[in-house]
């Protein structure tokens, strides 16, 4: 089990209560990590003990996914505020101004925590944010399909296609480049969550009308993406280079939409040269 914290998040109806869970290790700058939509913190898991030799490594449920409860009633799942809760987040485990690494909709959040000037570097890997309005609909299209397909499956199937290469290719091949890397106990349990979480409808209907079009001064900034990403075309990458004239792009070859699975190694070291 993941460790927990709580805290307060404003919301219409005043200061709000909501808890977050975590897995934290390592010692040095701090590192906060930011999974994608559907995902959990164990996203981070092939990277994890590679960044926590160097750093104080904290990776993130964010709010309704994993083991984070759903963000209190009335309290909407827009970049502002989950922005918001993540500062809050950091002050609540006295951390101030981590290097933050995210993917996907982790990674949209890190480039937002990066413009408000809370963290000390920003390591984006297929950040969302970067789209023409078709992408996107064939993103959030293959995310519901993704989320349905998790769904309708009994945790049994689940469990008997986790244990061969070719089933975990059927279950997760949208998100990777290399599925059968994936070990069929992490399979089984991110299939779960994806179904489990309670923010995935929310956060989706928040995203449909972002658009990430500023730049990110200041500070360090790394955009990376998968050559193989098929949720996220890597094209997108250009666009956000444009907006972020500072940022460094960076392909992954081979890699897909979650790219530390592929290949660790490489993710890791994209993640602490921006750290340095």
Same mark, same amino acid.
């Given at each position: ?141 293959? =995310? /519901?399909?993704? #989320? $349905? %397909?998790? @769904? ?7 469990? !008997? *296609?986790? &244990? ?66 098929? =949720? /996220?075309?890597? #094209? $997108? %990458?250009? @666009? ?7 940022? !460094? *792009?960076? &392909? ?25």
């Amino acid at each position: 089990m993941a460790a927990q914290v709580s805290f307060s998040v404003a919301s219409p109806g005043g200061p709000r209560e909501m808890t977050v869970a975590y897995e934290r290790a390592g010692a040095g700058e701090p590192l906060l990590l930011l999974h994608g939509i559907g995902h959990h913190w164990q996203a981070w898991s092939p990277v994890f003990d590679i960044l926590a030799a160097e750093h104080d490594v904290i990776a993130v449920d964010l709010p309704g996914f994993g083991e984070s409860a759903a963000l209190p009633d009335g309290v909407p799942y827009d970049l502002s505020t989950v922005t918001a809760a993540l500062g809050a987040l950091c002050e609540a485990l006295k951390v101030e101004r981590p290097h933050v690494a995210g993917n996907s909709l982790g990674g949209l959040l890190a480039l937002e925590l990066g413009r408000d000037k809370l963290v000390r570097s920003v390591t984006a890997l297929s950040p969302g944010g970067f789209w023409t309005q078709a992408e996107r609909r064939y993103a959030f299209g293959t =995310l /519901l399909a993704m #989320r $349905q %397909g998790a @769904r309708l499956l009994p945790r049994p199937t689940i469990e !008997r *296609l986790s &244990r061969s290469a070719a089933g975990r290719t059927a279950l997760t091949s949208t998100i990777y480049a290399r599925p059968w890397r994936r070990s069929p106990e992490a399979v089984v349990a991110e299939t779960i969550a994806l179904r489990a979480a309670t923010g995935f409808d929310e956060t989706l209907a928040a995203g449909r009308d972002v658009l990430f079009q500023d730049d990110v001064p200041d500070i360090p900034v790394t955009v990376a993406w998968g050559t193989k990403d098929r =949720l /996220l075309l890597r #094209r $997108q %990458g250009i @666009r956000a280079k444009h907006a972020i004239p500072g940022a !460094r *792009l960076i &392909r992954l070859p081979g890699c897909g939409h979650v790219p530390m699975n592929d290949d660790p190694a490489l993710v890791a070291r994209v993640i602490l040269d921006t750290c340095r």
